[in-house]
């Protein structure tokens, strides 16, 4: 496997940045997917924001000042695409994001590509709840096992507010499971 730095080299080059770029797909494409799956919940809408996440890192890698990890740069991308199609579509819905986020989330049961059981739906509609930013972090922390520094370069947040934010979001996580 290649290192990242020599990654990013060859992202860079022009000549070997479309082969790069494939391999660049094929290490980061699925944790990129549910990453972005679990904010936009629908499985067509995350293939249309992880392909814009891709289009985006592919421009924009001559930018890339190396002063993060690739993957915390590519994950910012995508939260980013991720958050901005959510806006959009709430907009267009003329209802607040948490609102929009919330009838996606209900809507779950009804996907033929979701198959978790009756717990992940309490789950999913207890994150439902919470507000974006608390939901954000719960995801990056509980289900994709980031560090808190880690999220603090994503998010552009300290440390200790994210901690905060995931103790909140897991209390409440907590206190609407027991009243469900």
């Known amino acids: 496997m290649i290192n990242e730095e020599q990654l990013i080299a060859n992202l ?6 479309s082969k790069a770029f494939d391999e660049l797909v094929r290490l980061y494409k699925e944790r990129l997917y549910w990453h ?3 904010i936009v919940i629908n499985h067509d809408d995350t293939d249309d924001v992880l392909q814009n996440t891709f289009i985006k890192v592919y421009k924009n890698i001559g ?3 190396e002063e993060s990890k690739l993957f915390s740069w ?3 991308i995508a939260t980013n695409e991720a958050i901005t199609f959510l806006n959009k579509n709430a907009k267009k819905s003329n209802v607040p994001i948490e609102e929009y986020q919330k009838e996606l989330r209900s809507s779950l049961q009804d996907d033929e590509l979701f198959d978790g059981d009756t717990i992940q739906i309490i789950l999913q509609k207890a994150i439902a709840e919470l507000p974006h930013k608390q939901q954000l972090v719960f995801n990056m922390k509980y289900f994709d096992e980031l560090k808190y520094e880690e999220m603090s370069e994503i998010l552009d947040t300290s440390v200790g507010a994210l901690k905060a934010s995931y103790h909140h979001a897991v209390k409440k996580i907590e206190s609407y499971i027991k009243n469900y």
Request: glycine share 6%; proline share 0%.
């Open 36 to 38: 972005i799956r679990k």
């Open 74 to 76: 590519m994950y910012r």
């Open 63 to 65: 930018g890339f000042k």
């Open 12 to 17: 860079k080059n022009s000549k070997t940045a």
